[in-house]
């Protein structure tokens, strides 16, 4: 049987001045190996691996070449353009991989780059989709405190920032967690919090409180020196104001701010902060 969408060893059944037609053995039906695609010396008979797909005017076509995606498989592939119904991906071959519109978990942009699986449509065409959760493990090797890396290929407002570890294991951020503008195919380092009993990983984009702190306490210096050396505000500004001029929590501002009190780096009044 003929499988759009993967690399399979298929048997040379006819010969062609424009190239070769593939097929099971003894079968009747093949599909056409441009001759471009032909490797030297092949002749009837002969298995050549492909990959099954359908050309530009929708005829099943196979090729040598191996694209960065096949059937059950995810990748992160990159926009090459948009259309009005959708955008186009790279993923190795002639003709560019269709990402309609409804599969889209968020407003793509060219150039960049987003987790994707293969399905097939209702007129059996391969398509690109973003909607990748179900094809995500649950079986990773971390264990709590572990670094890991992943993309964010979703995030849920209420909820936080999922993230596919290794681009393959379900990875979550809770929303009160995310102190940065992240989004849909941002790659991300973070550390296992926990690990679920359905196997799922609980992560932090932050390492533990004591590590951190020393990058926190730059940022915050940073931060004070596009303020000219002031700070229009104290130790007791709102979480959001922290939030937004920081990226941080309010608990990791005091934190930092502590540590940098202590080594005589800062001067903290009442309604401002002046770096010493």
């Known amino acids: 049987m003929i499988e759009l969408g993967r690399v399979q060893k298929l048997t040379v059944l006819r010969e062609k001045d424009f190239g070769l037609y593939l097929g099971e053995e003894g079968s009747d039906t093949g599909v056409l190996l441009p001759k ?5 010396g092949t002749k009837l008979g002969d298995q050549v691996s492909v990959f099954v797909y359908r050309d530009s005017s929708d005829r099943l076509i196979c090729t040598t070449n191996v694209p960065m995606l096949q059937m059950g498989q995810l990748a992160v592939l990159e926009v090459a353009e948009q259309s009005k119904i959708g955008a186009f991906l790279k993923w ?7 990402l309609p519109f409804k599969e889209q978990t968020t407003k793509v942009r060219t150039g960049e780059r ?5 399905y097939i449509d209702k007129s059996q065409r391969l398509c690109a ?25 979703q995030i849920n407002p209420e909820i936080g920032a999922f ?7 379900y990875g979550m951020v809770p929303m009160k967690d995310l102190y940065d503008n992240y989004r849909v195919g941002d790659v991300v380092k973070g550390r296992v919090v926990k690990v679920r009993e359905d196997g ?69 009044n009442e309604n401002s902060i002046r770096r010493l």
């Open 200 to 268: 799922k990983l609980n992560l932090s984009l932050r390492q533990k409180a004591y590590l951190q702190m020393d990058e926190d306490a730059q940022t915050i210096l940073r931060v004070i020196d596009e303020f000219d050396g002031v700070l229009p505000f104290g130790e007791k500004a709102s979480p959001e104001v922290i939030k937004r001029e920081f990226r941080l929590s309010k608990n990791a501002f005091k934190r930092a701010l502590g540590r940098l009190l202590k080594e005589g780096k800062i001067q903290i």
């Open 36 to 40: 471009k695609q032909v490797p030297e």
């Open 163 to 169: 993230i596919a570890v290794d681009n393959q294991y």
């Open 92 to 98: 190795g071959l002639e003709k560019d991989l269709f």
């Open 129 to 153: 989709t973003m909607r990748v959760y179900d094809y995500l493990s649950s079986q990773s090797p971390y264990k709590e405190d572990d670094m890991v890396e992943g993309i964010i290929y």
């Open 114 to 118: 987003y987790l994707v699986t293969l």
